[in-house]
């Protein structure tokens, strides 16, 4: 018989030639418009490459493009430790991982929002290092609690001694690049190991929509180049204010700035290792705020995952954001939408894929948990259905025949053990009388009593002793 395991399903929002479309515009708008560089460092490092400059514009020839596109490495890989597996991204796989900066938690107590602090940093590691369809873990809240000169390595250490899955952080300055490299290479016991099996990363908001280069951000880019670590090219536009309203006026708009990234990161160091980064966001016309849970968002980061796999590069993707208060029935169709959306489109490298709320302004922490099963369903969705001798059957439904009973046989024990069905972890899947008998407890509890029993349990060190203790003589250690 005929037959293999499942094909990936995908989702295209955007048909070849119309990918081919908004490329070739890009293109034009990088050689006829171009980006503001006032760095004037930035500046020589383009016109060194190629670009051509007229005061403080920037505009690049469609070669120029194309070479830049060539230097980047379409796959590398991203490692965590103790025993989670490699992220290997530009193969196909589709990686879900936190993200944000939000200064909320929602407390599980009270049931309202307060500032976030450290300690609430060091639990929602704590979480996803549990939680086993979240595979990376980028801050997702602010430490109000941390001066902002000590916010940076405090943010690592407590990431680090909390999870082993890969961390992408960011840095504020230059100087805080190197300081963050020197504390990850105290744990891998060298900057030789940790570039070898790189367990950190660098996300960077380098461009200010429309086309402009922050000049700040772009020092803390460079220096993560020159110093060989990965790098997330994160540009945000938003439909009618910092790019066109229409979705595809953004998306030609955020292609030409996250190309332009890809030549500035080539021009700084060529072959450095750089994910296509746009996060695009739907505007609401009538108070202009950011709608990263609007159906449109999923559609634009579903389409901009085509762009970045046309040109060859893995993409550092958006999704599953929501503007609700809490886990209600709104956060859960906004996040499991757009989540599918770009799962389904192939994401590589997605983030804020959990625990956001309010527009990246709040997290909590039972949103983890629920969110965690969101990811395991569109995961599973993304598997598709097996198709073999073994789950075709036949042999089975010719055994058991008309009237039979499939229950006791062995080949149902065997299916309903595999990966041939996602089990999620708070979902009512209970017959009502049943559910009733247990208290009546809804999803949202259950993922509360969930992460009470994570909080409870005792957390192994991640950080050896002596490391640790190098760590504190070395750095301003707050928890």
């Not at 295209?12 to 034009?28: G, K, M, S, T, Y």
């Not at 070669?63 to 193969?91: M, N, W």
């Not at 909390?162 to 105290?186: I, W, Y």
């Amino acid at each position: 018989m005929s037959g293999s395991a499942s094909t990936p399903i995908g989702v295209a929002p955007l048909q070849e030639a119309q990918i081919v479309d908004i490329h070739n515009a890009a293109l034009r708008v990088l050689a006829n418009v171009g980006v503001e560089v006032t760095d004037p460092d930035m500046r020589e490092h383009l016109v060194g490459y190629g670009a051509k400059a007229e005061g403080t514009r920037v505009r690049f020839e469609a070669s120029l493009v194309e070479r830049a596109i060539k230097s980047a490495p379409s796959q590398f890989t991203l490692y965590g430790r103790g025993d989670h597996p490699p992220l290997e991204l530009g193969t196909g796989e589709v990686y879900l991982g936190t993200g944000g900066a939000a200064i909320r938690m929602l407390d599980m107590e009270s049931g309202t929002f307060r500032e976030s602090t450290l300690r609430d940093l060091a639990d929602l590691a704590w979480i996803v290092e549990k939680l086993e369809n979240i595979h990376f873990f980028l801050r997702p809240v602010i430490a109000r609690d941390v001066a902002d000169e000590e916010l940076d390595e405090n943010t690592l250490y407590v990431c680090l001694a909390n999870t082993q899955k890969h961390v992408t952080v960011a840095a504020g300055s230059p100087e805080s690049v190197d300081r963050l490299v020197e504390m990850a290479s105290m744990v891998a016991g060298s900057e030789e190991a940790l570039k070898a099996r790189p367990f950190i990363s660098f996300t960077c908001s380098w461009m200010v929509s429309p086309l402009r280069v922050d000049t700040g951000v772009a020092r803390v880019l460079e220096r993560v180049i020159e110093r060989g670590f990965p790098v997330m090219l994160s540009s945000a536009p938003m439909t009618g204010s910092t790019a066109p309203a229409s979705l595809a006026g953004l998306l030609t708009q955020v292609h030409a700035e996250e190309l332009s990234g890809v030549v500035l990161s080539q021009a700084i160091r060529p072959g450095a290792p750089v994910l296509y980064g746009p996060v695009p966001a739907a505007a609401s016309f009538r108070t202009m705020a950011y709608l990263g849970g609007a159906v449109e968002s999923g559609l634009m980061n579903a389409a901009a995952v085509q762009l970045a796999h046309h040109i060859g590069l893995p993409i550092y993707s958006d999704a599953a954001l929501t503007e609700a208060k809490d886990g209600d029935i709104q956060a859960g169709y906004e996040k499991a939408t757009n989540l599918l959306l770009v799962t389904l489109a192939g994401g590589d490298f997605i983030h804020h894929a959990a625990g956001m709320l309010d527009s990246m302004l709040g997290v909590a922490p039972e949103q983890y948990v629920l969110d965690n099963d969101i990811c395991g369903m569109a995961l599973r969705a993304r598997e598709g259905i097996r198709v073999d001798e073994e789950t075709i059957a036949e042999d089975l439904i010719a055994k058991v025949g008309p009237g039979g009973n499939f229950l006791a046989q062995k080949h149902t024990v065997t299916m309903a053990r595999s990966r041939e069905y996602f089990q999620p972890r708070a979902a009512v899947r209970e017959a009502l009388q049943d559910w009733q008998k247990k208290g009546g407890v809804g999803a949202r509890q259950r993922a509360k009593d969930v992460v009470a029993e994570m909080l409870a349990q005792d957390r192994p060190r991640f950080v050896p002793e002596d490391v640790d203790g190098q760590i504190r003589n070395e750095f301003r250690i707050r928890i």
